[in-house]
Structure formats: structure tokens, C-alpha cells
């Protein structure tokens, strides 16, 4: 009876579909990017930079494919308020930082996405933002290893994920760590993305929840005169 009440929780709690093969997947997510013009979610990030892991930072996200744009505001401390925005082709091909009054005044600060200062506490810049060049690593990273001969990768089932249904599956790197992804079944695009490394150490982690496509994002959406 006990055996018999697992499998049919298991089987109630299932995608209808069974898991696809690693590679197909990363291919379907790849194919499903040519559908995707702009995304609006909430975005946990939790990084090791320099050897020390960091708070989980809450972000909410805009990012538009064309031209590509950033928008981020922090939802939670250390950074809770700043704003940071990006667009391709303006800005002088900087970041333009509002960190919120000091003193009674409005602080904006303008810088190269890949300052030293900024890069201290980070593990990718600003131009690797978003839920599209997550996708498009797995893609690529998956199809270089297939022709070198590399590629380890298996499915583990199905995972309820921020409330979403997922595939997950996992690869071992090249390196000896190990990189998972939860692959929403109807979004077809990883709603989460974990790195640890051949010590079993945690390096990275990046969830997208409440994700949202082809919202309709414009230039005013990443315009500081009109945000700030």
C-alpha cells in the first residue's frame, strides 16, 4: 500500500509529457529565444566572487532583446532602491546608476559595464543580463561540448519550481563541477540555474520567478529621465 501511495503521488504531481533528452531541451530553449522580444521577472542572484559567497540579492528585471536593455532596481539590502540601467547604442555605452539621495541629492553615476569597482562584486557584467543569455550559454555550451566530445548531461524528472512545472536536468563540466537547470515545460526557458564546483562548492545561482514575456517594453522603460 505504502509503495503503491508513492508512485501515485509521484505520478500526480508529473509534467504529462516525460523529461526530453538534455540536448533537445537545451535545443527547444535555443529555438524558443526566436519568440522572446522582452521579459519582466523577479531575479535572485547568489554568486562566490573572490572565493567569499555573497547575499542572495533580490532583484526585479527588464531586459528587451532590441535593442538590447537592462533595467534593475535591488528589492532587498544591501542595495534596496538603486537602479541600474543599460541599453545598447546609448548612454555612451556606459551604465547609468541611481544609488538614491545622499546629503539631500540625487545620486547618478555613470560607468564602463566592466569597471573593477563593479566587477568587485560580480561574477558576470550587466551586458550578460537576463533570462535570454542564460538560455543562449546552455544552447552554446551544450553544442561545443557535443562536438568535442564532452557533453555529460542527464535528466532528473520533473520539479515543481517556484510554483512553475520544470524539467530538471544536470551536466558535469569540463572542470568537475556541476551546473542544473529547471527548464519550465511550457515557458521552455530555465527559470533556474545552479553552479557548484568540483568541491561541491556553490559558485552561483540565478532564479527567475514571476517571469513574464513580450510585455511591450519600450525605450521609455529604460529612459532615467522619465524613471528618475
Not at 528589492?75 to 551604465?95: A, D, N, T
Not at 568587485?120 to 544552447?139: D, F, S, V
Request: glycine fraction near 8%; charged fraction near 25%.
Amino acid at each position: 500500500m505504502g509503495l503503491c501511495l508513492l508512485f501515485c503521488s509521484q505520478a500526480r504531481s508529473a509534467p504529462a509529457t516525460p523529461t526530453p533528452d538534455p540536448w533537445a531541451l537545451a535545443q527547444r530553449c535555443w529555438e524558443r529565444l526566436g519568440d522572446v522580444e522582452d521579459t519582466v521577472c523577479v531575479f535572485f542572484k547568489t554568486e562566490r566572487v573572490a572565493g567569499k559567497l555573497l547575499p542572495t540579492q533580490t532583484i526585479q528585471l527588464k531586459v528587451r532583446r532590441e535593442p538590447f536593455s537592462v533595467y534593475t532596481r535591488w528589492l532587498s539590502p544591501p542595495f534596496k532602491g538603486r537602479e541600474v540601467i543599460y541599453q545598447e547604442g546609448r548612454f555612451q555605452g556606459k551604465v547609468v546608476a541611481y544609488l538614491g539621495d545622499l546629503f539631500g541629492f540625487e545620486s547618478i553615476f555613470t560607468f564602463a559595464p566592466d569597471a573593477a569597482q563593479v566587477m568587485e562584486g560580480n561574477r558576470h557584467a550587466i551586458t550578460e543580463a537576463g533570462i535570454c543569455h542564460i538560455t543562449t550559454r546552455l544552447y552554446e555550451q551544450f553544442q561545443e561540448a557535443r562536438r568535442q566530445g564532452t557533453l555529460r548531461a542527464r535528466s532528473l524528472g520533473s520539479q515543481t519550481y517556484l510554483g512553475r512545472p520544470t524539467w530538471k536536468i544536470m551536466r558535469i563540466l569540463e572542470d568537475g563541477g556541476y551546473r542544473y537547470w529547471n527548464i519550465d515545460t511550457e515557458l521552455l526557458l530555465p527559470i533556474r540555474v545552479i553552479t557548484y564546483d568540483s568541491s561541491h562548492q556553490l559558485q552561483e545561482a540565478y532564479d527567475f520567478k514571476d517571469l513574464q514575456l513580450n510585455v511591450g517594453l519600450t525605450d521609455d522603460d529604460f529612459d532615467p529621465q522619465i524613471l528618475w
